[in-house]
C-alpha cells in the first residue's frame, strides 16, 4: 500500500509522545552516572552550557506567562535544576582536583576557563568579589524573599479554597454558571493551591542550593591548594593562582544560571491570578499617568545642576517628557471615542439601554429616570454595588440566589422616579423627593423627625424623608439615612421577598439539588427522583418561600420531604409537615430582638365561624375571600401596629389545621403577618400573648 509524503500514521503521531517519555528518567541516571564515574571536560562543557540555557529559558518562561498556572510544572523543574546543577559542581569539583596540576586553567573545561577569564575580567580579586555578590543578592535578597512570598502565598491560596468554592456553588444556583463552567474553576481553584503549596516547599531547594554552592567553592579552594601544594609539589604562588581561577570560574558557571532560575522563581509566585502580560501591565502602570511623569522628569532636570553629570539626566528627563506627552495624547484620543459613542447612543433615541447585568433574563427589571441613571453609570456605579450586596445577603438569608438584576434607563419616567418589576409586572413606582434622605428607624425608637411621612416596605415601619441638609443632626445610633441607591435597594429587596417563590424556577430547583449532590451525593441518590420528584421538591420550596421561610440547608429539607413522600400529590400537607420539622427556625425568625416570641390569637369563637367557611371552600379551587375576613386582617393589623412599631415581626397563631388557609387570606389583606400554627410554637419559651382578636371586636373592625 502506498502513502502519499508527508502523510503520518497513527504509530507516527505517537512516537513522539513515547520519545518524551524517556527524557526524564534518562537524564535522572545520566546525573547518577556523572557523579560516580569521571566525566571528559567536553562533555561538562555541554553540559554546563545546557545548565545556562535552561535557566534562561526558564526565566524567559516566567517573564512571558500570564499566570503563574502557565508554569505549573516549575516547583518539579525547581528540583530538577537544583540537582543537576549539584551534579554538575561534582563533576567539575572532580575535574579541577584531579587534573588542574597538568591541564592548568583548562582542567574543567573552557566554559569554567571562560567564566573566570571573561566574565572575572581576567583578575582573582574582581571574580571572587562578583562570585560574592551574586551570593549575597541570591541568598539574602531574591531566594529570602520568595521562600516567604511562596509561604505566604500558599496560605493564603488554601485560606480560601473553602470561601471560593462556596462562591461557586452559590453562582451555580444562581444559574449564572453551568455545571460544566463551574467544574473548570473547582480544578482551577485546586490547582492554584496546589501549585502554590508546592512552590512553598520547592523554594527551599534554591536557597539550599545558595548555601551549597558557597560551601562547595570553599571545599575546591582549600582542598585544592592542598593536593597542589602537599601532593603534587606546586609553587604555593602558582598553586594559588591555578585553583583561585577555577574555583572562581566553576563558582560563577555555577551561580549565574542559579541567580536566573531564583529570579523565575519569584517572577512566578509573586504574580497574580489574573492573565496579563507582565512588560504590558508594568507600561501601563508605571508610565500610564503624565503628571507622574513630568514630576520625575522635573526632578532630574533639577539634579542636572548639581555636580552630578548633566548629560544622562537630561536624556532620562527629556525622554520621560516625551512619554507623558504620548500618554497624554493617547487618553484625550480615548475620551473622545467614549464621548462620540456616548452621543451616538444618546442620539439613536428612544429608551436606550445604558446598563444590562444580564442579557435576556428580565425577571428582575429595574428602570430609571435621567437623573438616576448616575446610579448604575461609571466607575463608582453605588446602585450596582449594593444590589450585588444583596443578592448575596437574600441567598445567605433565604437559600435563594436573586436573578441578576436588569437596570435600564426610561425617559418617559419622572428624572428622580424609579420602576421595579418582577417577571414582567410592575410591582413599584415611586418617585424620590430631591434633596432628601430617607430616615429609617434601626432600633425600637420612635421616629420624631421633621420631613415627609413614609412606610419601610420590608416591615411596614415608619420612615421619614429629611432634607439633606439635617443629616449630621441625626444620631446613626438609631437611625439609618439612606439615598437613592439605598431606597431603590430597600424597595428591590422588599418585592424580592414578596415574589420569592415566583423567582424561584424548576430550573432554579434543578441547580440547587445538583449543587447539594456535590457535596451530599448519597443523599441526593437515595431520594430524587426515586422518591420525589425535582417538580415536588421545587412547589414545596415555593411554598416555603411564599411565608419568607428559608430553603436553606436544602438538605435538612429534602430529608423531611422523604419523610412524607406520600404527601408528594398535596404540596399543602407536605409543607406544613415541612414546617412542622423546621418549627424552631421560623419561630426563632419571628421572635423580637429580646428573643419573646410576641403573637396575636384569635378567639375560639371567632376560630369556629371561620372555620366553616374555611372548610365548605377548601374542596374548590381556592378559598375565596370575605368581608369577614377582611374586617380580621384589620383587627389583626390594628393589633400587631405596636410591634411594628417597635421593629417587631407581626405574628398571628391559629389552629394548625387552618393554618395554611388563613395565611392564604391574610396575604391579600395583610401579606406581612406571619401565620403560626399552634402545633408549630408548641414547647416554645418565651410566647406572648399581646391581643385576641374576637368576634366583636371583627366586626367592629
Not at 79 to 84: D, H, V, Y
Not at 129 to 140: E, G, M, S
Not at 166 to 187: C, F, K, N, P, Y
Not at 263 to 286: N, P
Amino acid at each position: 500500500m502506498s502513502q502519499s509524503i508527508g502523510t503520518q500514521t497513527a504509530g507516527d503521531r505517537a512516537l513522539p509522545a513515547h520519545a518524551l517519555d524517556y527524557v526524564v528518567p534518562a537524564a535522572i541516571l545520566l546525573a547518577v552516572m556523572v557523579m560516580l564515574a569521571p566525566v571528559p571536560a567536553g562533555i561538562v562543557d555541554v553540559l554546563l552550557a545546557a545548565n545556562l540555557t535552561v535557566s534562561v529559558l526558564a526565566l524567559l518562561g516566567a517573564l512571558a506567562a500570564k499566570t503563574p498556572l502557565e508554569m505549573s510544572v516549575f516547583p518539579t523543574f525547581l528540583l530538577g535544576s537544583t540537582l543537576m546543577r549539584l551534579v554538575l559542581n561534582i563533576a567539575t569539583t572532580r575535574l579541577i582536583l584531579t587534573r588542574a596540576t597538568t591541564d592548568g586553567a583548562g582542567a574543567a573545561g573552557q566554559v569554567v576557563e571562560a567564566f573566570g577569564e571573561f566574565v572575572a575580567a581576567n583578575n582573582l580579586v574582581v571574580g571572587a568579589v562578583i562570585f560574592a555578590i551574586i551570593a549575597i543578592i541570591q541568598f539574602v535578597v531574591i531566594t529570602a524573599g520568595a521562600t516567604r512570598t511562596s509561604e505566604v502565598a500558599a496560605r493564603f491560596a488554601l485560606d480560601g479554597l473553602p470561601g471560593r468554592q462556596m462562591a461557586i456553588d452559590t453562582e451555580v444556583q444562581a444559574g449564572s454558571l453551568s455545571r460544566e463552567q463551574a467544574r473548570v474553576m473547582r480544578q482551577e481553584l485546586q490547582s492554584h493551591a496546589d501549585f502554590f503549596s508546592s512552590m512553598d516547599g520547592a523554594s527551599r531547594f534554591i536557597r539550599g542550593e545558595a548555601v551549597a554552592s558557597v560551601i562547595i567553592t570553599m571545599v575546591n579552594l582549600f582542598a585544592g591548594l592542598a593536593i597542589g601544594v602537599i601532593q603534587d609539589g606546586m609553587p604555593v604562588s602558582l598553586a594559588i593562582e591555578v585553583y583561585s581561577r577555577l574555583t572562581i570560574g566553576d563558582g560563577l558557571v555555577s551561580a549565574v544560571p542559579a541567580l536566573f532560575v531564583s529570579v523565575a522563581t519569584g517572577l512566578l509566585i509573586s504574580r497574580s491570578s489574573q492573565a496579563v502580560d507582565l512588560s504590558r501591565e508594568l507600561g501601563r502602570q508605571f508610565a500610564s499617568s503624565p503628571r507622574v511623569l513630568m514630576i520625575a522628569a522635573c526632578f532630574l532636570s533639577t539634579l542636572a545642576f548639581t555636580n552630578l553629570p548633566p548629560v544622562p539626566l537630561l536624556s532620562i528627563s527629556a525622554l520621560l517628557v516625551g512619554l507623558a506627552f504620548i500618554s497624554a495624547r493617547g487618553k484625550t484620543r480615548h475620551s473622545e471615542v467614549t464621548v462620540q459613542g456616548q452621543s451616538k447612543s444618546q442620539k439613536s433615541g428612544g429608551i436606550s439601554e445604558v446598563v444590562e447585568t444580564i442579557t435576556g433574563d428580565d425577571r428582575v427589571l429595574v428602570e430609571l429616570g435621567r437623573q438616576l441613571v448616575t446610579l448604575i453609570a461609571g466607575k463608582q456605579a453605588p446602585l450596582l454595588d449594593r444590589t450585588a450586596r444583596l443578592r448575596h445577603e437574600l441567598a445567605s438569608d433565604l437559600g435563594l440566589m436573586l436573578p441578576k438584576i436588569r437596570f435600564c434607563d426610561d425617559f418617559s419616567l419622572p428624572d428622580n422616579a424609579f420602576r421595579v418589576s418582577i417577571l414582567g409586572e410592575s410591582l413599584v413606582e415611586k418617585e424620590i423627593p430631591k434633596n432628601r434622605l430617607l430616615a429609617v428607624p434601626v432600633t425600637d425608637a420612635v421616629l420624631n423627625l421633621d420631613g415627609i411621612d413614609s412606610t419601610n416596605p420590608l416591615n411596614g415601619r415608619r420612615t421619614i424623608w429629611i432634607d439633606a441638609g439635617l443629616s449630621n443632626t441625626v444620631s446613626t445610633a438609631d437611625v439609618s439615612l439612606l439615598d437613592a441607591a439605598g431606597v431603590i435597594t430597600l424597595e428591590i429587596e422588599a418585592v424580592a421577598r414578596l415574589r420569592a417563590d415566583e423567582l424561584l424556577t424548576h430550573d432554579d430547583t434543578a441547580r440547587l439539588i445538583e449543587s447539594l449532590k456535590v457535596s451530599q451525593p448519597a443523599l441526593v441518590e437515595e431520594f430524587v427522583p426515586s422518591v420525589l420528584k425535582v417538580s415536588h421538591i421545587h412547589r414545596v420550596l415555593q411554598s416555603l418561600l411564599r411565608e419568607g421561610v428559608p430553603i436553606r440547608p436544602l438538605s435538612t429539607l429534602l430529608e423531611l420531604m422523604a419523610d412524607h413522600a406520600e404527601l408528594a400529590g398535596n404540596v399543602a400537607q407536605m409543607t406544613e409537615q415541612v414546617r412542622l420539622g423546621i418549627a424552631k427556625t421560623i419561630c426563632r425568625r419571628a421572635r423580637n430582638k429580646f428573643g419573646k416570641l410576641v403573637v396575636v390569637e384569635m378567639a375560639e369563637a371567632l376560630h369556629q365561624r371561620l372555620r366553616i367557611k374555611i372548610e365548605e371552600t377548601v374542596q374548590g379551587n381556592a378559598i375565596r375571600s370575605s368581608r369577614e375576613w377582611a374586617r380580621v386582617a384589620a383587627e389583626v393589623r390594628r393589633a400587631t401596629r405596636p410591634t411594628i412599631e417597635r421593629g417587631g415581626v407581626p405574628v398571628l397563631v391559629v389552629p394548625s389545621n387552618v393554618r395554611a388557609a388563613t395565611r392564604q387570606v391574610m396575604a391579600v389583606h395583610y401579606p406581612l403577618a406571619t401565620v403560626l400554627s399552634e402545633e408549630e410554637i408548641a414547647g416554645e419559651k418565651g410566647v406572648e400573648v399581646f391581643a385576641t382578636v374576637s368576634v366583636e371586636l371583627a366586626a367592629a373592625a
